[in-house]
């Protein structure tokens, strides 16, 4: 079968696609492969053919004006800056969307192409899956992530999905019916959500039951298969190289913390530096720092640049971080309690969720402070957090999700 995937965003949407990829080809599927420009060395790295599809994350992550307004907790202004530039880049990326699709006999997108894949796939006439990272569909467990992170009664929760569409349709319909046209299909009045439902589409949760167990048994259409995470090989193909003195230092004494905060806006490194080592000072721990400031190699605090977290992650003790679906999946493997100081999208349901398991605590990344984040990570030193993370990392390493995930994927495209 011909499987074309596509995976745009940051590292966290592309790696996912990318294994998933390599397991469908692995098993004999012609793998066609669309990522970001600055992320395709991933699929290359795996062995697929992937397609450059000519943008790129960053060009507005880590813009000054976007990491302005994400710091200030400005999203209205932030995703009104991505739909003007989704329009912008409109015609070309339709354009490659529908190109990496021709010829295919099914096709996989994640939520930065799903308005635009699910209608390719429609026109033309092909088995189409979602592949998402948090719970963003409509059900009784949750609240819609965007509307709050505190748990209602099942009819409220279900409100909400009602209200968020009802907000999106009027930004989202013009664009969807433009698609719509450009492959010849006629104009619709159905959001995405409610066209995977009319074509009977697989909504692949690749994230754990084991940390979202109140929607275990959701929806034949909605398995959760497990967060995505790499093999030990394929960790290897995707920069596994500790630097050795990285290496060394992390020898050379008790489990660090770590902190990183992957794109999210630290606008001040120097200040948000000072202000870890004045933390883990007081809480007599070492720190890892991924951070872009003023180099501390010495003594109890070392900085880092880009490292891989599935190998540096568990050779620590507790991890603080932005809360990305990824980045929460690899400290929860590596048994580490988790803080989280989240910014935008699922990152505030992941917070909280790890909240109400007991193996992490959240604030809101416009709430860090050196009081927050002691009187945050203070608790997860405690033996109690540290056990209940120990005993889910066990559970999460036992999984096969990326079998389960490719099983999902041919049972619902052979049906």
């Known amino acids: 079968?011909?499987?074309?995937?596509?995976?745009?965003?940051?590292?966290?949407?592309?790696?996912?696609?990318?294994?998933?990829?390599?397991?469908?080809?692995?098993?004999?599927?012609?793998?066609?492969?669309?990522?970001?420009?600055?992320?395709?060395?991933?699929?290359?790295?795996?062995?697929?053919?992937?397609?450059?599809?000519?943008?790129?994350?960053?060009?507005?992550?880590?813009?000054?004006?976007?990491?302005?307004?994400?710091?200030?907790?400005d999203f209205q202004s932030y995703v009104r800056w991505l739909m003007d530039y989704k329009y912008q880049i409109a015609d070309q990326l339709q354009a490659d969307l529908i190109e990496l699709a021709a010829g295919a006999d099914a096709f996989v997108s994640g939520t930065a192409t799903e308005v635009e894949s699910v209608i390719?796939?429609?026109?033309?006439?092909?088995?189409?899956a979602s592949v998402y990272h948090a719970p963003i569909r409509r059900n009784t467990a949750f609240p819609h992530l965007l509307v709050s992170t505190d748990v209602f009664s099942p009819e409220r929760n279900l409100e909400t999905y009602i209200q968020i569409e009802k907000a999106n349709w009027p930004i989202f319909e013009p664009y969807l019916n433009k698609v719509r046209t450009r492959v010849g299909l006629a104009t619709s009045d159905q959001?995405?959500?409610?066209?995977?439902?009319?074509?009977g589409a697989l909504e692949i949760q690749a994230y754990s039951r084991h940390v979202v167990p109140e929607l275990a048994d959701w929806d034949v259409r909605r398995p959760l298969t497990g967060f995505l995470s790499p093999s030990a090989e394929q960790r290897r193909l995707l920069d596994d190289l500790v630097d050795p003195e990285l290496d060394a230092w992390l020898d050379d004494g008790e489990p660090p913390v770590y902190f990183g905060f992957g794109s999210m806006p630290v606008l001040e490194p120097d200040a948000a530096l000072t202000m870890i080592e004045k933390v883990a000072d007081t809480l007599g721990v070492r720190a890892l720092v991924n951070l872009k400031a003023s180099t501390a190699n010495d003594g109890a605090v070392r900085t880092v640049g880009n490292l891989n977290h599935d190998v540096v992650l568990p050779r620590c003790r507790a991890a603080v971080h932005h809360g990305g679906a990824g980045t929460s999946a690899t400290s929860l493997r590596a048994g580490l309690p988790t803080v989280v100081c989240a910014v935008f999208a699922d990152q505030p349901f992941w917070g909280a969720q790890l909240q109400r398991m007991g193996?992490?605590?959240?604030?809101?990344?416009?709430?860090?402070?050196?009081?927050?984040?002691?009187?945050?990570?203070?608790?997860?030193?405690?033996?109690?957090?540290?056990?209940?993370?120990?005993?889910?990392?066990?559970?999460?390493r036992g999984e096969d999700a990326i079998a389960q995930t490719a099983d999902a994927f041919e049972e619902s495209v052979a049906g």
């Open 1 to 73: 079968m011909r499987v074309a995937l596509v995976g745009m965003g940051t590292r966290g949407d592309a790696q996912p696609m990318a294994l998933l990829g390599a397991e469908l080809a692995a098993r004999g599927h012609e793998i066609t492969l669309g990522l970001s420009s600055d992320l395709v060395w991933i699929g290359q790295a795996l062995g697929l053919r992937t397609v450059d599809m000519r943008t790129s994350a960053r060009q507005f992550l880590e813009s000054e004006k976007g990491q302005r307004w994400l710091a200030a907790g």
């Open 120 to 128: 390719i796939a429609e026109a033309a006439g092909i088995p189409y």
């Open 191 to 199: 959001s995405v959500g409610s066209t995977l439902e009319r074509l």
């Open 359 to 396: 193996v992490g605590s959240t604030l809101r990344f416009t709430d860090l402070s050196e009081p927050t984040l002691f009187a945050a990570l203070e608790p997860m030193l405690a033996d109690g957090p540290r056990q209940r993370a120990a005993e889910l990392a066990v559970l999460l």
